[in-house]
């Protein structure tokens, strides 16, 4: 079968199940399918077919993902494989050992299929903060695909890989997700370990998956889901299996319309297409009700406080002293220091350093930090508040517009932040999201919708989703590259 790559994780493992199709094959295929089309989207930094061809020969004869490929975000280790961040100051680092999360897909039998590009250390909501190249929007590729995993969602989307796995700070799966027209999944903090993953802000990071189609998701976080005492901050709680979970039905189930997420500025098709998907799961019995969290004006400036300052704390190790890039002929030891982090840091790594520094700096930590912290209290009681009074989840548009045109904000880092007005809050609160595709505009360009969660309860954003998908045919449609 020539055209394996365009098949999803499920009607692959179906196939394998029947001795159809062998790993090898799926490998060759989606790899070539990778080599033909990658040019034009550059979602890739690192791909090596030999590699993937010798683990999909050494496979366990049993597995939830065995013989499917994945793809991995650059800033998550993989043992012995280049991982950057897409940063020059990490060019060149190949970490010792692997992320829980690889060795999770590795014991189910999958094959770590390349690294994807994003923006510079998560820094971005474009891909265009990459060192090595913006990543393009396989729909439009005059056009972003989002960030910062935009890669990921960008190798899903234009079927070079079969699933990927990306991280999310403050929208870097969901929103390239959206803009992408595929599925992707932020878990709740906690449930999928951190370990091995390179560190933006760690009370907000969160690994998750980005796949064709919510079975694919589903599957997917059940294989990377889990308590690791790696992950200080890895919560015990048992693992659904999400899968017994996609049912089409949400009859009884109540989902929360919160008012702050439908504003003026929003792109006109977008609020519709939300709104139409709105009024499907309406229709196929789920109780729809108004929601209010008000302090949702408040989370972009909460938002780039925290995160700024965590990152500028976990961004200090990267000193040019034992991995990753140092300036040349250094006249001291200072010298190399302040060398190597000028010269291997991009625009936007060192605007959050400064900006971070700045807020944690004495005199200044209570004004900004610590009241910042106080307010994403009030955030997260705000959802907390919705799910006490019996919703299931909570539904809104994923980002305000499409994908936007290549360097069209670049010049202006305000209006790039508010792309994931409509994703930070769930970071700062710690639910779970997940963005589906729920249309398209008159030019083409793929519409995401968001379902919010209660905390550890991805299963019931699965069901909705889940019912959504199987009333549309979206998610079933591929750009022509």
């Known amino acids: 079968m020539d055209n394996l790559y365009s098949l999803t994780a499920g009607e692959l493992l179906s196939l394998l199940d029947k001795k159809s199709v062998k790993p090898e ?67 060149g680092f190949k970490p010792p050992y692997n992320a829980t999360i690889i060795e999770k897909l590795k014991s189910e039998g999958a094959v770590i299929f390349g690294k994807t590009n994003m923006d510079e250390f998560a820094f971005g909501s474009s891909c265009e903060n990459s060192s090595y190249f913006p990543t393009l929007n396989p729909w439009d590729t005059a056009r972003i695909p989002g960030g910062s995993s935009g890669g990921s969602a960008a190798v899903v989307s234009a079927d070079e890989a079969i699933m990927a796995i990306g991280s999310d700070t403050g929208g870097s799966i969901r929103q390239p997700a959206s803009l992408c027209g595929v599925v992707g999944m932020k878990p709740t903090y906690g449930r999928v370990s951190r370990y091995g ?16 189609n919510v079975h694919d998701a589903a599957l997917l976080l059940g294989v990377i889901a889990g308590f690791d005492s790696k992950d200080s901050t890895s919560v015990n709680v048992p693992v659904p299996d999400y899968l017994s979970y996609l049912k089409n039905d949400v009859k009884g189930m109540k989902i929360g319309i919160p008012k702050e997420y439908f504003v003026a500025g929003m792109d006109k098709e977008v609020e519709a297409a939300v709104k139409e998907a709105i009024a499907l799961l309406k229709g196929k019995g789920a109780q729809i009700v108004e929601v209010t969290l008000p302090h949702t004006e408040y989370a972009v400036a909460v938002y780039y406080i925290i995160a700024t300052a965590e990152a500028s704390s976990n961004l200090a190790r990267f000193d040019g002293v034992q991995y990753g890039y140092r300036c040349e002929d ?54 907390e508040q919705v799910f006490k009074s019996g919703c299931d989840c909570i539904l809104t548009p994923t980002s305000p517009t499409p994908a936007f045109k290549v360097g069209e904000r670049s010049s202006d880092p305000l209006s790039m932040y508010l792309s994931d007005i409509f994703t930070i809050s769930v970071n700062l609160a710690g639910v779970p999201a997940l963005s589906i595709p729920c249309g398209y505009t008159k030019g083409g360009l793929p519409v995401g919708m968001q379902l919010i969660g209660d905390f550890f309860k991805e299963e019931e954003l699965f069901r909705a989703a889940y019912t959504y998908e199987c009333g549309t045919d979206w998610h079933k449609r591929s750009p022509e590259l």
């Open 197 to 212: 993953l390179i560190a933006f802000a760690s009370s907000l990071d969160q690994i998750g998956p980005l796949t064709k």
């Open 25 to 91: 094959e799926i490998i060759e295929s989606v790899y070539s399918r990778a080599q033909s089309v990658d040019k034009k989207i550059k979602g890739y930094i690192h791909l090596d077919k030999e590699k993937a061809l010798s683990q999909a020969k050494g496979l366990p004869a049993s597995g939830r993902l065995r013989g499917i490929p994945v793809a991995i975000k650059d800033n998550i280790c993989v043992e012995g494989e280049l991982t950057t961040c897409a940063s020059k100051i990490l060019r």
């Open 330 to 383: 250094p006249a001291n030891l200072l010298d190399m220091y302040e060398r190597t982090r000028e010269e291997g840091f991009g625009a936007e790594a060192k605007r959050r350093i400064i900006l971070g520094t700045y807020v944690l700096s004495s005199g200044y930590y209570d004004a900004y930090y610590l009241k910042a912290q106080k307010v994403r209290t009030l955030i997260k009681n705000d959802f």
